[in-house]
């Protein structure tokens, strides 16, 4: 027997060892008598709602901001570019991927009727699409730690921006390429549709031969997909909320403590000998023109009367 033969006979056991009362998911699925649709009928009420929910307000909401960035030039910042690509990936789950689920959990209650290309390109797509999201987030979560805590270093440029989206979506391309291959469709025997068909399942089934691989490429993806951007994130938004709590603080103490130890008729004097020692434009008023800059002057020690 073939390697792909033992292993759908491995499963085929499974399934009949399983509890027939049992639920089924479209990675992995137990056996589900037909007679058990009263027991699943919550479940598929809240699974339905939620796929309904995600494929208009996710398809919607990221469908619009992608028509407003097209049309809008002015937001066509950095940012927004890596936003785009979050946006383009979660509209490829609402439209593509959520049609089908819905259909298997909801209406073909947990049988698979596409073939065996379409759950292969089902499972690479709703990969592509989670690992283009994670990375999205964490392109911008560096870009804005480069904004904030670094200001005066060059910030990433246009052509920049866009070398890293191509590498975004390479990365999550070749990650994914597994949940494709391995994808089958496998049926069992001992499970009937309405129809009187073999219940058929959509699902990743890595040969026994290829444990070592399987189980290098979960921890891999662990890593590169989960625990480093989570890390990398957190320190990201750590060093940000940081840097913005100090200065704010900074700022209110500097203010405090020049008014605190200030003479009251020194800063009368400061600001007239201020204000009228230096030239205001026209239409500008002297209080907004001048009070942070010689402020600053003041505390600097320089002679600006």
Known sequence: LSAERVTHLRFVKYIERASESSQ???????????????????????IGV??????????LGNMLFSVALLRSKHLRNITNIFIANLAISDLLVAVVCCPFEFEYYVIRQLAWTHGPRLCAS???????????STNALLAIAVDRYLVVVHPLKPRVMRPTAYIMVAVVWAVSIIIAIPAAYYARETSVPRERTE???DRKFCMQIFPAEDE?????????????????PVLTMTLCYACIAKELWFKVTHDLVTNVFTFVTTP??????????SMTSIPMESGN????????????????GEETF
């Open 122 to 132: 089902i499972n690479y797509l709703r990969s592509v699409s989670l690992y283009v």
């Open 264 to 273: 009251v008729p020194f800063q009368k004097s400061f600001r007239t000998k």
């Open 50 to 59: 939620a796929l309904v929910c995600i494929m208009v307000i996710c398809g």
């Open 195 to 197: 129809t009187g068909e």
């Open 212 to 228: 070592l691989f399987y189980k290098s490429y979960f921890l891999f993806v662990l890593a590169v997909e989960f625990l480093g």
């Open 24 to 46: 089924c998911n479209i990675y992995g699925c137990h056996a589900v008598r037909p007679n058990d649709d009263l027991t699943l009928l919550p479940a598929r009420l809240v």
């Open 285 to 300: 008023s002297p209080t907004t023109e001048i009070n942070m800059v010689q402020l600053h002057s003041f505390m600097a």
